[in-house]
């Protein structure tokens, strides 16, 4: 989602909801289906900002609601600099940290996937990352850290966008190189590409042209595009396109994964509370299904306690899409 700058939206935490509980992923054709949880990535202008104030992190009791849901993967946004601040080559702030460690020891616990998603655009303290060798030692201090946990995934950064896409190829591709290195040899990839990595011009930005080129000697790399189905695609709108709008803009990007062996998944996606919307999303799985020898899964944007009536809040129990999307979706999880 195109979040230059997120605001904490001050909202209460929801109340008592379900206790801990392992995952029991349902029967669909899918492998990851789950939620973005943000909190952390929150008051990206405030660095490297107040716990509380500027940011917070996912509730357990919530995840633990969606993952009776069914869901079995949960994407956990951060700041790069407030992890390791300073400089790409620099020292975890352990305070942070202990944020970050918290929910992903308390998420793979239950059987589920966490996502380790720097929430940053390819960017450092606003700037685009262009230092490829930094950039791969930042993510050799991060892998390290769960190299041991094979319900970890790592996604290499979100959304990166305005960029040589000949760069984001690079900065994957030593993402890659250092995850790796660093002895976390078990774990998925997700990789993200150039122009907000948005399936519908994953060809025509150009941006598949580097991106088919990344190896992972583990080969188990994913494909992480973002697909929103309102008139500009960013998902800003309540509003989608039309009932078919979800199928027809994964259509070139089905036709590459199919061509070039690859295998994807949609790392955001949401639509508005309306029927049209509704239908676009279900119609968007369903052709995913239709193509899950490519199409490996899907995660709702978003989940967190700071979402409030936020239009496509999935949080429970009263987020608006948790009352009044989720139920539509069920068969999809």
Request: glycine letters at 10%; aromatic letters at 12%; hydrophobic letters at 40%.
């Amino acid at each position: 989602m195109r979040f230059v700058d997120i605001l904490a939206v001050v909202a209460g935490v929801s109340g008592a909801v379900a206790s801990p509980t392992k995952t029991t992923k349902r029967a669909s054709k899918f492998e990851f289906v789950g939620v973005s949880e943000s909190g952390a990535e929150f008051g990206n202008t405030a660095l490297p900002g107040q716990l509380n104030k500027d940011y917070t992190w996912p509730d357990h009791s919530t995840i633990s609601t969606l993952i009776q849901q069914g869901m079995n993967t949960f994407r956990v946004p951060f700041m790069m600099e407030r992890l390791i601040p300073s400089q790409l080559t620099g020292t975890v702030n352990e305070t942070y940290a202990a944020g970050l460690d918290d929910i992903v020891e308390f998420i793979t616990s239950q059987g589920a996937y966490a996502v380790v998603d720097p929430h940053n655009f390819g960017r450092y303290y606003g700037n685009i990352i262009t230092d490829v060798t930094g950039f791969g030692a930042w993510w050799t201090t991060v892998a390290k850290r769960y190299a041991t946990n094979d319900k970890v995934i790592f996604d290499t950064n979100n959304e990166f966008h305005d960029e040589d896409n000949a760069l984001v190829g690079q900065l994957n591709q030593a993402a890659i190189n250092a995850i790796r290195a660093a002895g976390a040899t078990s774990q998925y990839i997700f990789a993200e590409g150039n122009s907000w990595t948005g399936a519908w011009h994953w060809t025509s930005s150009g941006t598949s042209d580097a991106m088919g080129q990344l190896t992972d000697p583990q080969n188990k790399l994913i494909y992480e595009m973002h697909q929103y189905l309102d008139s500009d695609g960013s998902g800003t709108s309540e509003d989608c396109v039309s009932t078919t709008i979800g199928a027809e803009r994964l259509a070139d990007a089905t036709a590459w994964l199919k061509a070039n062996n690859k295998v994807a998944i949609i790392g955001e996606t949401a639509g508005g509370a309306n029927a049209q919307c509704i239908q676009a999303v279900q119609g968007m799985l369903s052709y995913m299904e239709d193509n899950s020898d490519v199409w490996k899964g899907w995660l709702w944007w978003g989940a967190g306690p700071w979402w409030g009536s936020y239009m496509y809040s999935i949080e429970p129990p009263t987020g608006v899409a948790y009352t009044s999307v989720l139920p539509s979706l069920t068969s999809y999880i």
